[in-house]
Structure formats: structure tokens, C-alpha cells
């Protein structure tokens, strides 16, 4: 994640000195995960013939190849070669990083079964981590010795991980795709994703046209975002494995917090409330803590969701779901940086902002409706089945005095 992150603070002040638009640059943000979301699919249906082992270590290279890679291209001619070789780099990268994490997320819950959750939030704070010190480190080493270092001293650090086992898989990704509930948390987790992709695709440009900040206080603005999400992702994941039947309305809150928190961020116009400093880091501090709120449990329920259609319990199962996941959150990684680049050039950033809490908030309560559908439901069905005994037994026993 820190190869990711180190991005937002300096590449879109880099990008429009190559004669790149906003637009353009939320798109390459976006390709990125427009390529897992396709390769984490089909990595997840074929995670047994490919092997996991050989997933892991094949991502982790590609990744550090071509993260070195993306350092050179500052040396490239302005303007369409710039752009081309960054959408290349960028489609490459994303293989690599699709497989890690697709085959990863299945291991781990292979070994973990019974503590999914928590395993989850343990790692999670590894991705914050990523995300805190990408920003700032970013920011540092740009400043300090230019774009190529950044991305040369990461991608040598990437050759140094080390990968897990072998597994086995089959299943079929329609048949997961069939239960509504899981189709409404991949919405809700397309949201996260989607709102993260916009902020590092437009926090940067926003923070210093509005507050003239430097490229090295942007990545500190950030950690606004990614430390809270990293100190808290163990927190919740604990929270979820020891009261799963509370997982669905952590993920409907967070998702409330974080709707609430993007509409405040820029602020929205209609609010007609100032736009201060103070405000957008208490915003992304918000945002922070409700996005861990809602992707922790997210992983879980799926899965539980997945065994409930009668899938087995297998790394078949952890593969689609593994697979899934990546998937949906890369989708809103390519359509956060896409959509909310192009409407914040379009009109502004604080618009843009109001648009993202706008769907966070209607994924959010398509949510909150279903779960209390269900939870409907299921007392009815218990009232039925109560009844029916009672007749049952009234029957009998009128059978037994005649």
C-alpha cells in the first residue's frame, strides 16, 4: 500500500507540469484499479491451477519491476507519451498486485477460519500503516532528491517479501453473485474504495489551491485519513470476531459516518459552511475511523454469506470471495479517481466530495433496509413456526382425550 500511497502528494502537481488534465490524471489513478478489478476475478476462479505460492511471489515481482519503472517516466516527453507509458506502467503494476493480494486474503483465511475478522483488522493496520507513511514519505523524498528516488527505494524493498503456500479451489462467481446481500455489501465496499481513489486523486490539488500547502505538508494532511484507519482496523476487527451479530450494523453506521464526513470535507455548497483546515482534517479523521468500521467486517460477512448459499468450506469458497472482494474494491479504486477527478474539474472539489457521500450514503441505507427486511423476516418466520407447534401440540392432545 505504501507503493500506492506515495503517489497522491506529488504526482498530480507532476502530471499537470507534463501538460496532463485533472481528468486524465484521476484516470490513471482509476485504471489502476480498473486492472484488479478485472484480474482479481479471474485470479480468484483459477487461484488452484495458478498456485498461491506462485501468485504471491510473481505480483510481489512484477510490482517492484514496474513500481522502479514508474520513477523513469518523469524523463519521458510531456504530454501523450507521458500519459501512454503511465496507463502502461500503471496496467502492468496492477497484475502484480491483484495477484498478491487476491491469493493472500485466501490464505489468510484459510488458516484463520474462526478469527477472520480479526486477522483482517491485524492486517489492516499493516494497510494503514502504508497508507500513513506513504504521503509523507512520498512528499520527503520528492522534495529532497526529485521523482525517480521514491519509487527506486520502494520497488528495492518490494523484492524483499516473502511468500506463503499452496492451496486448492472451484466454484463459480454467478452463483456468489446471486445473493442480494452480498451484491448490497460489495456496494457498500465499492463506496469505500471509491471515496479512497477520490482523495488521492484530488485531496492533493484541493489542499493546495485552497490552503497553498506543500507537497510535503499534503502527505502529512493524509495521515488525517490513514492513521486513524490503521489504529483502529485491530480495534473493530476484534470487535466484529467477538460480536458477529453486530458486523452488518457496523458496516451500515460507518458507512452513515462516512457519507456524513465527505459531505463535510469540502464543504458541500448547499451547506454554506466555510471551508477551513481544521475542518477537512476532523473530516478525514472521521473518515478514517468509518471506513475501518465498515471494511472490517465486510470480508466476514461475505463469507458467512457465501457458506449460507451453501458454498463448501474451502479455499475454493476463500478464492471467489478473496476474489470478489479485490474485485469490487478495485472497481470503486477506478471509479472514485475517474468520476470524482472529472466532476471536481467540472465544477469543484467540494461538489465532487458531496457526490462520493451522496453514493456512500445510498449504499449505506439500501444496507440498513435489507438487514432490517431480514431481521423482519425472520421473527415472522419464528411467529409461523411457534404457531404451528402450538396447533400441532393442541391437535395431539385433543387426539389423546378422545
Not at 479471474?42 to 511471489?57: E, S
Not at 502529512?220 to 480495534?235: C, D, E, H, I, K
Not at 463469507?303 to 471467489?320: C, K, R, W
Request: charged share 10%; proline share 4%.
Amino acid at each position: 500500500m505504501i507503493c500506492y500511497s506515495i503517489l497522491a502528494p506529488f504526482f498530480p502537481s507532476e502530471a499537470r507540469r507534463k501538460g496532463v488534465s485533472q481528468t486524465i490524471i484521476g484516470l490513471i489513478f482509476g485504471w489502476y484499479a480498473l486492472c484488479v478489478l478485472l484480474v482479481s476475478l479471474l485470479l480468484g476462479k483459477y487461484i488452484v491451477q495458478i498456485g498461491a505460492k506462485f501468485m504471491i511471489i510473481s505480483g510481489i515481482f512484477v510490482s517492484a519491476v514496474c513500481t522502479m519503472l514508474f520513477g523513469l517516466l518523469d524523463r519521458t516527453s510531456s504530454g501523450m507519451p507521458f500519459i501512454l507509458l503511465c496507463f502502461l506502467v500503471r496496467s502492468v503494476n496492477a497484475v502484480g498486485f491483484a495477484a498478491a493480494v487476491t491469493s493472500s486474503f485466501a490464505i489468510l483465511a484459510k488458516v484463520f477460519p474462526n478469527n477472520i475478522a480479526t486477522v483482517m483488522g491485524c492486517v489492516e493496520v499493516f494497510t494503514g500503516l502504508g497508507l500513513i507513511l506513504g504521503p509523507p514519505l512520498g512528499g520527503w523524498l520528492y522534495q529532497s532528491f526529485g521523482f525517480e528516488i521514491p519509487f527506486i527505494a520502494l520497488g528495492c524493498l518490494l523484492f524483499a517479501m516473502v511468500p506463503f503456500n499452496i492451496y486448492e479451489s472451484e466454484s463459480s462467481f454467478l452463483r456468489l453473485c446471486s445473493c442480494v446481500r452480498i451484491l448490497l455489501i460489495c456496494f457498500a465496499l465499492f463506496t469505500l474504495s471509491s471515496g479512497l481513489g477520490f482523495l488521492d486523486a484530488t485531496l492533493a490539488l484541493f489542499a493546495v489551491d485552497k490552503f497553498s500547502m506543500s507537497s510535503g505538508s499534503v502527505g502529512l494532511l493524509m495521515m488525517g485519513l490513514s492513521l486513524p484507519y490503521g489504529a483502529a482496523s485491530p480495534v473493530f476487527g476484534f470487535f466484529s470476531d467477538k460480536f458477529p451479530h453486530l458486523r452488518r450494523w457496523m458496516m451500515v453506521t460507518g458507512g452513515m459516518i462516512t457519507a456524513m464526513g465527505f459531505c463535510l470535507l469540502g464543504p458541500v455548497p448547499v451547506l454554506h459552511v466555510t471551508s477551513h483546515l481544521w475542518l477537512t482534517v476532523l473530516m478525514l479523521v472521521l473518515i478514517g475511523f468509518s471506513l475501518c468500521l465498515t471494511g472490517i467486517p465486510s470480508f466476514a460477512e461475505m463469507l458467512v454469506s457465501a457458506h449460507e448459499l451453501g458454498l463448501p468450506e474451502n479455499l475454493s469458497t476463500l478464492g471467489l470471495v478473496s476474489g470478489l472482494f479485490s474485485a469490487v474494491w478495485s472497481a470503486g479504486m477506478f471509479f472514485g479517481p475517474v468520476v470524482g477527478g472529472y466532476v471536481a474539474q467540472q465544477v469543484n472539489f467540494q461538489s465532487a466530495s458531496g457526490v462520493q457521500g451522496g453514493i456512500t450514503f445510498i449504499a449505506a441505507l439500501l444496507l440498513g433496509v435489507f438487514y432490517i427486511y431480514e431481521e423482519f423476516q425472520k421473527k415472522r418466520h419464528e411467529n409461523v413456526f411457534h404457531t404451528w407447534i402450538c396447533e400441532f401440540s393442541t391437535l395431539l392432545c385433543n387426539t389423546s382425550t378422545a
